[in-house]
């Protein structure tokens, strides 16, 4: 391939059918973090289809063609190549676009296209290692080059010596040399192979400043060991790729060396801009983020690297994300140049835009951003095919919309070309006199369309046409996936029924919610999405105990979800109010979106209650009005929801979103109590978020001892860049004062490498008698949550007896929770 800019050659047994609603919250997420970028693109994006485009299926019937050698289309798509490049045996070649003859030369050949179709066929089903007597897996080795222990974009090195030409093609090929790894494990030189490609990327990220890693380059010479500074920066897809093979590799091999090489490239794209999309490796940026953070307790801005894929590139002018309506035709969540003739989306970058899809398994906040941005793409990416756009938008009119050849996409979508808007097109008639391009050379481009597959493994229909389903499972490569983890996204204003089907008796969890919605259910059974949000749903062991520990939640010892930060008790809780017009109802309270508002009748008094389920401590509730807001107001708590407590009162209520900050205190309902208005109009209010704070915030801290300049009061200042250091000796311990007997149940210690092996949690009201609530001797440190049976405490000890190394101990910090 070549593109002007671009190098190379390119509890209950459900029964089926009953529809299944929350039973218990353990302790809801924050609402949905949607960068604001994606709330621009449309829920209902047109023309739509009459059915989700299957992507899945296009993928298949790509790959039934294009690896038919008996070439049932106008140009041959597969040949042998018999040069031997980096391997005994003899491989084979395809070529980039259809009916591109410098093909005929072995070796020019391109990873970015057949490792793609190999990747791409293997997620959607099709056994590539075993095809029609074909091992396309092991024939593949031809990109892996021996004596640089790397991958490149071709069997021979015409990127440039050791892959230094280009960051984003050589750094392509490693990160799908991964994948492939992960579905084929036991291919021959399988391991060995992704073994050297993870050694050599951790010495060349050690070699650009390791810890201060700078990408800022055009590519790295794997033959010298040195970065290429070119002319050009693709240093964003070299961080981002080299992000995803650290990390992978840290999965496969358990060195921590590459975790640690992981983070040093994450790294550099919080530190830089982050405006760094020179091709589509920052696709897998916030997927990759989203899981360090969610296992390595890092906390990479994810909104930011949503964004930064938006809103463009500081490193090659106006590449991006489209936002745009074609003459009619949405074609938002696209890939391309957002100028070149108007706009100028490519196949190959939209598609892979799926690669960030595992972002909501890991942190199901952004789940409304992955539904709403792949449905987009799904719609859109369809305008790319032969048959799924009319005749008169497309290069060839009809020539190839009823051929075998509609399932191979057109290299690109302009958003204005030769009278047509939009027009499905590609470079090769335009520019292909230049690139030496024989004239048969069509516009169809093989190396985009091999990557349907990514696409048709992550999105598919569901019973109800306006909601896609999402697999969260299908793109993390080398991660846990023992249980099937689902999206459902409801673009719709409506309440969707999502069936779903389970093997065998299952719990379905939702981790967007935090709550178990069945605990057995066999066959299919039926889900409510609520309007314009999500589920996660998580299929695990049926009737499996609930547990919490180290970040994340497990069923029946297995993860079902992650830690994403401080839980707003009020999502999913009912909502009554004493009133409601308009059909603005109270249940939009705590839907987590301000997407829709509770509205009163035009009266004083009014009032919302939020019902928790259960008495829980409390602390903070947000209050998200609308324009017409409350000058004068109460928030009142109640454990029975007959006697109150008024916990804030004001006459001057400013309106906006107000965060109100209270003694903590135990109450099952929150009522807002609304006595005199802003406006002339009803009350109004968006959403109402509540929260039970880390109650150890900022708490005063005693310890034992302590050594370097490390003090005590480390452990509760809210962050790990800092820590507490005792002396080198046994016994140690520290105390953790709350002020005043409040409800303690969990706690959360962040352990520096000197952790304790035995330790115990001690509580007391008094500071004098202590009870123990946990106890251990195979402390694993780490990122330890502790759950114990909620008890009334003011000061809470953690006493350290036996350590896990042979250094003092060391603590970042320590949390208490009343849950």
Known sequence: ????????????????????????????????????????????????????????????????????????????????????????????????????????????????????????????????????????????????????????????????????GSWWYTTTANLLYFMLGSQYPDATDMTSMLRSIADKYYDAIVAIGGSSADFTSQGFDFATMAANSGSRNEGGDGAAGSAAIMLWAFAKFGDQKYLTAAEWSMNYLERTNGHLLYEFLPNIAPYIAARLNAEAGTSYDITRLFNNLISGSATRPDWGTMQATWNGYDVYGLEGSRTDGGGYAFAMNSFATAMFASTAKYDPRYANTVGRWLLNVANAGRFLYPDQIPADHQYYGSQYASSPERVIAYEGLRASEAGQSPRATGDPTHYGSDWGLDPQTTDLGLYGSSWAGFLGAAISATNVNAVPRIDLNALDFFGENA?????????????????????????????????????????????????GSSRVIVQAAANGTLTRSGGKTYIAGTVVGYQTGTPDLAYGKTATA?????????????????????????????????????????DRTVI????????????????????????????????GTQTITFTPTIARYLKVVMTQRNTQW???????????????????????????????????????????????????WATIDLGQATTV???????????????????????????????????????????????????????????????????????IYAQ
């Open 1 to 164: 391939m070549q593109r002007r800019t671009m190098v190379g050659v390119l509890g209950l047994t459900v029964a089926a059918g009953l529809t299944v609603r929350p039973k218990r919250a353990a302790a809801a997420p924050q609402p949905p973090s949607t960068p604001s970028t994606i709330q621009g693109f449309p829920s209902s994006p047109t023309p739509a289809a009459s059915q989700l485009f299957d992507w899945r299926q296009r993928a298949i019937d790509y790959d039934s063609f294009v690896y038919d050698w008996s070439a049932p289309g106008q140009f041959p798509t597969i040949s042998l190549d018999t040069t031997h490049y980096n391997m005994s045996t003899n491989t084979y070649k395809l070529p980039s676009y259809y009916g591109d003859t410098r093909i005929a030369t072995d070796g020019n050949q391109e990873a970015i296209n057949q490792l793609a179709s190999v990747v791409g066929a293997s997620l959607v089903g099709v056994n590539k290692a075993s095809q029609s007597g074909y091992n396309y897996v092991d024939m593949s080795r031809t990109f892996y080059h021996p004596d640089l222990g790397v991958a490149l974009n071709n069997p021979t090195d015409s990127g440039g010596s050791g892959g230094g």
């Open 483 to 531: 249980n099937p983890t689902y999206l459902y996204y409801n673009p719709t204003s409506s309440p969707a029924e999502i069936q779903v089907t389970v093997p065998g008796a299952r719990s379905l969890y939702d981790a967007v919610s935090d709550t178990i919605l069945a605990p057995s259910v066999t066959g299919t059974t039926t889900i409510m999405v609520p309007p």
């Open 578 to 618: 004493s009133s409601t017009v308009n059909g603005n109802v109270p249940a939009n309270l705590t839907d987590g979106t301000t997407a829709r508002r509770w509205e009163s009748e035009t009266a004083d008094p009014q009032w919302v209650m939020i019902d928790l389920g259960q008495p829980t401590t409390i």
């Open 624 to 655: 998200k009005w609308e324009t017409a807001s409350a000058k004068a107001f109460q928030v009142q708590t109640s454990t029975d929801g007959s006697t109150w407590n008024t916990v804030y009162t004001t006459t001057s209520g400013p309106g």
């Open 682 to 732: 009803a009350y109004s209010i968006y959403d109402i978020e509540i929260y039970q704070d880390n109650l150890a915030a900022s708490a005063p801290v005693t310890v034992s001892s302590t050594a370097n300049g490390n003090l005590g009061g480390y452990l509760t200042d809210g962050t790990t860049a800092t820590r507490w250091e005792s002396q080198t000796a046994d016994p140690q």
């Open 745 to 815: 149940g969990r706690l959360v210690i962040k352990w520096e490498t000197a952790s304790a092996k035995a330790f115990q949690v001690q509580t007391s009201t008094d500071g004098t008698t202590w009870n123990t609530v946990y106890n251990t001797t195979s402390g694993p440190g780490g990122t330890q949550t502790i759950a114990f049976t909620s008890t009334t405490a003011r000061y809470v000890k953690v006493l350290m007896t036996q350590r896990n190394t042979q250094w003092a101990y060391s603590i970042y910090d320590i949390e």
